[in-house]
């Protein structure tokens, strides 16, 4: 079984490297570009018999703090 | 007077940190992450600067995972004394010994220099050598320094006075100037500045040394 978390700051939190990222695209010549937030991807290995509940937990505990972040769980 | 210093792969202030603990008369034990106890009769625990395992997936999160940090938990939650500094004070909001988070620096760039620091309460064992308004100088090192707390949280560490200091000039973007905070009882502060490094005459500024002594103060055996 595969499990992709995605994580990104939550909305209202400034992420500085997104908005890095914006500028560079700006200065590319890329207009159309109004906004951009950088995230990260973490992909799970899991034995058989994993949950979903189990992924959960390891988001609230360990991959994504929710103080500042939102995670969303795909099972691949 | 008894003074633990964790030591995790990646910290690099530990030894400092260790040197202004025994400075201020402390007796000082280093502390492996791997360990799952404190020892006996610790009467605070410094949480060093660094980049504890390599700063991987956010500052301070595998850290704060580790087994010695189920023991500084417990310490804090029995009324520990404890103080964490740039990467300590990371893996303390990671532990949710305190609240908030500390981001990526709001202008991307690593900063490391001396800046001013105004103290903001004297209420606590940390900062009571020093007057609420003093302004000192102490050095900032850190990527990720740019202090984070939703609304509530930020009214909730105004209402109870527990802003320990604030930069004068903002250099990381953190919200409110805060570069330190106290837990709700005041006896653990986390701090992105380095009073270690201002705490010899050697470092170019003594303007920490007034921290370890007044926790020396409160700790000394009555």
């Known amino acids: ?76 | 007077m008894r003074a633990a210093v964790i030591v995790f792969p990646g910290s690099n202030c530990d030894r400092d940190l260790a040197v202004a603990f025994e400075q201020a008369g402390f007796q000082v034990d280093m502390v492996w992450h791997k360990d799952a106890a404190l020892p006996e009769g610790v009467d605070i625990v410094g949480v060093p600067g660094g980049f504890s395992y390599g700063d991987y997936l956010r500052c301070g999160a595998i850290a704060a995972q580790s087994p010695i940090c189920k023991a500084v938990v417990n310490h804090t939650e029995r009324g520990g004394y404890a103080v964490g500094i740039c990467n300590g004070f990371q893996i303390l909001t990671e532990t949710g010994i305190l609240p908030g988070a500390l981001l990526r620096n709001a202008g991307l760039k690593y900063i490391c220099r001396t800046v001013g620091l105004k103290v903001e309460t004297s209420d606590s064992a940390f900062t009571e050598g020093y007057n609420a308004g003093d302004v000192i100088s102490i050095p900032i090192a850190h990527h990720d320094g740019n202090y984070f707390a939703d609304d509530a949280t930020l009214a909730k560490l105004q209402d109870q006075d527990r802003i320990a200091f604030t930069y004068t000039e903002n250099p990381n973007g953190s919200v409110g100037d805060i570069a330190g905070i106290l837990s709700e009882n005041r006896r653990v502060l986390g701090m992105m500045p380095h009073p270690e490094r201002a705490a010899d005459e050697g470092h170019g500024g003594t303007d920490g040394t007034a921290l370890f002594r007044a926790l020396s103060g409160v700790l000394a055996p009555a």
């Open chain 1, 1 to 76: 079984m595969k499990a992709r978390v995605h994580v990104m700051l939550k909305n209202g939190v400034l992420d500085p490297q997104g908005e890095a990222v914006r500028h560079a695209l700006g200065a590319m010549g890329f207009d159309q570009v109004e906004g951009v937030r950088q995230g990260k991807v973490i992909d799970l290995e899991l034995a058989e018999g994993a949950t979903e509940a189990d992924i959960t937990e390891m988001c609230e505990k360990l991959l994504a703090n929710t103080v500042i972040e939102r995670y969303e769980i795909e099972l691949v």
